[in-house]
Structures are given as structure tokens and as C-alpha cells.
């Protein structure tokens, strides 16, 4: 992670996030690189990651600010993964939450249990999606 620079600054252009949500195939409700800024913009919290001035990663929380933060929307770009980053980046949204007595979940897909387990997060309910029609 020596060139990796994490921030709470947001890329100066959203089509950073836009094509990293498309390298990753994220981008399946093709969302504009107008959402993707706003989706950031109204999030609690947000942590980029930046190699060079280039996106390479970011995760978010959304949250009242009470209670419950959400973590989503983590990710990396698949030429930075399994150096840290990821970790990294979740360990800033936990500290940030936990500062504020909010406490973190998060939902995932099924096989990155143990990833999460990895950094203190338990398996407690079963999670539904509603899937657009």
C-alpha cells in the first residue's frame, strides 16, 4: 500500500467511480455518473481509496447517525485486491462508526462471510433483497 492514498475526499470526477463500479460489473442498474455522486454525496461516510490520483477503491456508510450505520459499497479494483486495501478502507468506516456509538453491519453476498468474519463482523439474520421489476 505504499502509493495508496485513503481519503474522505471524493474523486473530482464521478466517472472515476463510474468506471470502477464497471470494471467490477457493479454497474448492472446503469447508473449515471450523476447517481453515483449523488449515492456518495448522501452517504454518513465515505473512505476512497486513490493510487496516483486514480479511483482504485471506496466503501461507504449510510446511517441516521444513532444507531445503525450500513456498510456498502466497498470494493477495489480487481489489479489492487488481497494488498490490504479493502481492510483498510472497512477498518476506517468501523473506527468512524464506532467514534460515534453507531454501530456497523453490513449485508453481503453469499462467500464473503469469512472475509468480513475476518474483521469482527458476525453472521445474526437472514438478509432479503427486492429485486426491480
Given at each position: 500500500?505504499?502509493?495508496?492514498?485513503?481519503?474522505?475526499?471524493p474523486p473530482a470526477n464521478?466517472?472515476l467511480?463510474?468506471?470502477?463500479?464497471e470494471?467490477l460489473?457493479w454497474?448492472s442498474?446503469?447508473?449515471?455518473?450523476?447517481?453515483?455522486?449523488?449515492?456518495?454525496?448522501?452517504?454518513?461516510?465515505?473512505?476512497?481509496?486513490?493510487?496516483?490520483?486514480?479511483?482504485?477503491g471506496?466503501?461507504r456508510v449510510i446511517?441516521?447517525?444513532?444507531?445503525?450505520?450500513?456498510?456498502?459499497?466497498?470494493?477495489?479494483?480487481?489489479d489492487?485486491q488481497?494488498?490490504?486495501?479493502?481492510a483498510?478502507?472497512?477498518?476506517q468506516l468501523?473506527?468512524?462508526?464506532?467514534?460515534?456509538r453507531?454501530?456497523?453491519?453490513l449485508m453481503?453476498?453469499?462467500?464473503?462471510?469469512?472475509?468480513?468474519e475476518k474483521?469482527?463482523?458476525t453472521?445474526?439474520t437472514?438478509?432479503?433483497?427486492?429485486t426491480?421489476?
Amino acid at each position: 500500500m505504499k502509493h495508496i492514498r485513503l481519503t474522505t475526499e471524493p474523486p473530482a470526477n464521478f466517472n472515476l467511480l463510474k468506471e470502477l463500479y464497471e470494471v467490477l460489473g457493479w454497474n448492472s442498474l446503469q447508473l449515471t455518473v450523476k447517481e453515483l455522486e449523488a449515492m456518495c454525496c448522501q452517504s454518513w461516510y465515505a473512505v476512497y481509496a486513490y493510487d496516483h490520483g486514480r479511483l482504485i477503491g471506496m466503501g461507504r456508510v449510510i446511517s441516521d447517525g444513532i444507531i445503525t450505520g450500513i456498510v456498502c459499497g466497498l470494493c477495489v479494483h480487481p489489479d489492487f485486491q488481497s494488498k490490504g486495501i479493502g481492510a483498510a478502507i472497512l477498518g476506517q468506516l468501523i473506527e468512524y462508526c464506532e467514534h460515534h456509538r453507531v454501530i456497523p453491519q453490513l449485508m453481503c453476498t453469499e462467500g464473503l462471510e469469512a472475509y468480513y468474519e475476518k474483521h469482527g463482523f458476525t453472521k445474526f439474520t437472514i438478509g432479503m433483497t427486492r429485486t426491480r421489476t
